[in-house]
């Protein structure tokens, strides 16, 4: 059954700066967020009961991995940090600079970073520290998100070509590809998933829409009403949050329909925060949502009802 609407939503924890990234770990059923200003990550399980939030000694972090109760990888500036013993008093370790951004994946034990110099890496969790495997990529890779059995990733090239290997890295073949239509050249963020994927830019209101039918894959660009703050998918849905507080949800129908500059939403609604949406994680059929002003809202994504 398809998802309908996005319910139940409240506030469940905050942090004192502006929400920059997060990061679910299905084996932990918990969810990482970061802010900046100070640099804050808030540990959250799925039921929103008892949220934990610790100070990181850093100037700045935008990506997050949650690799497992005790570390976590962050992106600050152009370096890769790990972080130790987080359930208490994070200790923070450079690991290496010339970092282009860092994908969590979301079964947890692992993720996946991208280098500027065109190369990837592996982190997972060591005996006491963060174990770091290093590994060439295939193409310029400009963006990835690291799904439960794939790798979904665009590589630099015209306009663009999306990606889909197996496995929880860029580094094999691919299993299929598509070339990108015009228009998506400058889209530099992906949400991957089995049957939709979305390659978009934060502000920008063009996202380009992958659909996935076995290995065939179909590609079209669409022009969103307002520049989303932040895109997620889940199953056949699309989600998107809005400057003005909003979150929308494009079913299957409505993105079957959808025409370059004409797409109808399925759901809509103010997610009743004080700041500006910034951060969505999808978490199964839970949705977490930070915001410009520290507050982490939680939601439920549900799904149409069967009708006799």
């Known amino acids: 059954m ?4 996005v319910s139940s939503v409240r506030k469940v924890a905050s942090v ?16 990482a967020i970061s802010s900046n200003n100070p640099v804050q990550i808030a540990l959250l399980p799925l039921n929103g009961v008892n949220p934990k939030v610790q100070n990181v000694q850093l100037d700045d972090v935008s990506d997050i991995a949650l690799l497992n109760r005790a570390m976590a990888v962050v992106k600050a500036g152009d370096s890769t940090w790990a972080l130790l013993d987080i359930e208490h008093k ?15 994946k979301a079964s947890g034990g692992l993720a996946l970073g991208l280098k500027w110099d065109g190369s990837g890496v592996e982190y997972a969790p060591g005996k006491n520290d963060v174990a770091m495997r290093d590994f060439t990529l295939r193409g310029d890779t400009r ?10 990733a665009v590589v630099d090239g015209g306009d663009g070509e999306f ?18 239509p015009p228009g998506a050249k400058n889209l530099d963020r992906i949400r991957g998933g089995k049957f939709t994927s979305a390659i978009y830019k934060r502000g920008n209101p063009n996202v380009c829409l992958i659909r996935r039918a076995g290995n065939r894959l179909d590609a079209k660009m669409l022009t969103l009403a307002w520049p989303p703050t932040d895109v997620a998918v889940v199953e056949t849905t699309m989600l998107v949050t809005t400057a003005d507080g ?23 609604a ?15 059929q839970t949705l977490f949502v930070g915001t410009s002003t520290g507050e982490i809202l939680q939601g439920a994504i549900v799904r149409k009802q069967a009708t006799a």
């Open 90 to 104: 994070p200790k923070v370790e450079e690991l290496h600079r010339d970092t282009k951004a860092i994908c969590a």
């Open 246 to 268: 909003r979150i929308v949800l494009f079913d299957a129908e409505s993105l079957d329909k959808a025409t370059t500059s004409l797409i109808e939403a399925r759901f809509e």
């Open 143 to 152: 963006c990835a998100d690291v799904g439960e059995t794939e790798t979904y």
């Open 2 to 5: 398809p998802f309908k609407n």
């Open 16 to 31: 004192e700066g502006a929400v920059t990234g997060g990061a679910f770990n299905r084996a932990l059923s918990a969810v």
């Open 270 to 284: 103010h997610l009743g925060c004080r700041g500006e949406p910034r951060v969505m994680v999808v978490a199964g």
């Open 163 to 180: 990606r889909i290997h197996p496995g929880s890295t860029p580094e094999p073949g691919s299993a299929t590809k598509i070339a990108l």
